[in-house]
DNA sequence: CAGTGGTCTAGACCACGAT
DNA sequence: TCGTGGTCTAGACCACTGA
């Protein structure tokens, strides 16, 4: 019915994914060049270009000059996650956000800490312990550093009214994290929080946040048992 | 020294991550358009469109039509997993990988299987148990449905030689899948297994695959203690 | 060396959507 | 309506790398 976007580029890649599919192109075969295959559906080569481009960044195809472009044979398989704001996760879940905060130190950090994020041992960091909740149960337990010397304005900040995460995207710039993804034993602290009993399966998320070679905040997040995280190939 | 690569679009991409980061550019604020980036970069403005278009990809450029380019506020950090056959990973750790295969039987799946798999609940499919095993100890434990009205020849398969996961990618085809990632407290079988106590909290990964709408395989991932999953932002 | 993919350009038309 | 991004083209040159 309705025509909507020529996008040429993409009913190029629609039906190279069909052939791959279908096995019309199977795994470890050469396709045709892109001149041939532009040829042969009427577009530029740039056109097959782009949609052969996009196709093996997802790892289905392996391009090289000179050899040519083939199927490839065991798909590494990219799934893509999206880390928001956890205000915004519980908000999709068309759930009501409110977080606490319960506890706020300069402290010098343990030394894994202060090895993780690569400040001098005996620097002192801001620590940040909060609750986040979703229609006021427990959603997740937050154990936050953060770099002082990076962002000094962290110092005259109370994050009662706003979660530092939120706070932390307004005032500091990142360039890059490292994000590690793992499931741990609830101890006494966490279990209190979240309402759980000590030893539960909790899902958490480690993530140093840098700016250059600075690390910027190191999180880690419990999340409340039962909590999943999903996405798709 | 080595010059190496002229890719323009990378050197304009690199120049406005570098705006964004240092603030130059705020979240929230509107940059010129397409065609003044391009006569001040010196370039196309294919160029310029081709860096900010991955540049949006990643969340941090909003663009629109007649609104033009923003930098984000709230930037969703976009986090990029690769699965792969656990084959791989072992190996990409530098270990010896090995397989156990524990169970194979056809029966009728419970009804959360056959519901997740939209197979009718009548359905027979073919159940596996396998351990991986790195280095010689285990390291995740899978419990795996296929759908042999899809894939046929797995019947036919004895699965001792060749792990599940790669004899599928081998013999069948998918179109898309779901993942979910989650922590579970072991059961008794599990710890088993795994060489762990009871109770031991585990990183867990749900895969369903699919083509079309039929359901390839349901798969059921639990890693040893201490398993993590690492990306970066 | 030569074939293939990677990139660039100038110009063009179009789809979208803010105003 | 009309400015902006989205896409397409033909042609060109270049960077790799397999043979």
């Keep these: 019915m309705t025509k909507l976007q020529f996008r040429k580029w993409q009913s190029v890649q629609d039906e190279v994914l069909r052939r791959i599919h279908a096995r019309e192109w199977k795994p470890g075969q050469l396709i045709p060049n892109e001149a041939d295959l532009a040829s042969d559906f009427g577009c530029a080569r740039v056109t097959v270009n782009r949609a052969l481009r996009e196709i093996a960044e997802k790892g289905l195809l392996d391009r090289r000059r000179k050899a040519g472009t083939r199927v490839v ?14 205000r915004m996760d519980v908000e999709a879940r068309g759930q009501r956000y409110d977080h606490q905060l319960i506890q706020r130190d300069i402290s010098k950090p343990p030394a894994t ?6 400040t001098s ?20 337990f937050e154990d936050r550093w953060i ?13 009662t009214d706003i979660s530092s995460n939120e706070w932390l995207l307004k005032h500091a710039s990142y360039t890059h994290g490292d994000i590690t993804f ?13 309402g759980c009993i000590t030893g539960a399966a909790l899902f958490v998320m ?7 070679d600075f690390a910027v905040t190191k999180v880690r997040i419990f999340f409340a048992q039962g909590h999943r995280m999903q996405t798709v190939l």
Tied chains: 1, 2.
Excluded at 78 to 84: F, R
Excluded at 122 to 140: I, T, V
Excluded at 147 to 159: D, K, Q
């Design 147 to 159: 770099n002082t010397n990076i962002v000094p304005e962290a110092t005259a900040e109370t994050f």
């Design 182 to 194: 793992s499931a741990v034993n609830a101890n006494k602290d966490q279990a209190e929080a979240l």
């Design 73 to 86: 044979l065991q798909p590494v398989a990219k799934a893509t996650l999206d880390i928001s704001v956890i």
């Design 206 to 212: 480690d993530r140093i946040t840098w700016n250059g």
């Design 113 to 118: 800490v202060s090895g993780a994020m690569r």
């Design 121 to 140: 041992a005996s620097a002192q960091l801001l620590q940040l312990k909060a609750l986040h909740l979703a229609d006021m149960l427990p959603y997740a």
